[in-house]
């Protein structure tokens, strides 16, 4: 198994451990950490040139930190690196 095949495994990985914290404990450090999550997966997908399956995560991602961090400047850059993300499909 390559590496980016790894990182991709590893990623939904997270994603699915995130999103259950995330759920059962709202509003706690877990859901940005699912946000993390969701931006990574995004990433190693966009990696293998797989930008129509980046897509949905990178929304979620952009979701959640939306509902998290609605004025925050972190947000503002996640979000840009988001958008740069979208713009390669």
């Known amino acids: ?7 991709l495994e590893a990623a939904k990985e997270a994603v699915k451990i995130y999103r259950k914290l995330a759920n059962d404990h709202p509003d706690t ?5 699912l ?12 990696r293998q040139r797989e930008y129509t399956a980046a897509l ?3 929304e979620d991602a952009v979701r959640e930190y939306k509902r998290l961090h609605t004025n925050s400047s972190s947000f503002l850059r996640l979000l ?9 499909t």
Do not use: G, I
Not at 29 to 33: A, G, I, K, P, R
Not at 35 to 46: D, K, P, T, V
């Open 35 to 46: 946000a993390a999550s969701l931006y990574n997966l995004a990433h190693c997908y966009s």
């Open 29 to 33: 450090v877990h859901s940005e950490c």
């Open 56 to 58: 949905q995560p990178v």
């Open 1 to 7: 198994m390559k590496d980016d095949d790894k990182a």
């Open 80 to 88: 840009e690196q988001s958008q740069q993300v979208l713009a390669m």
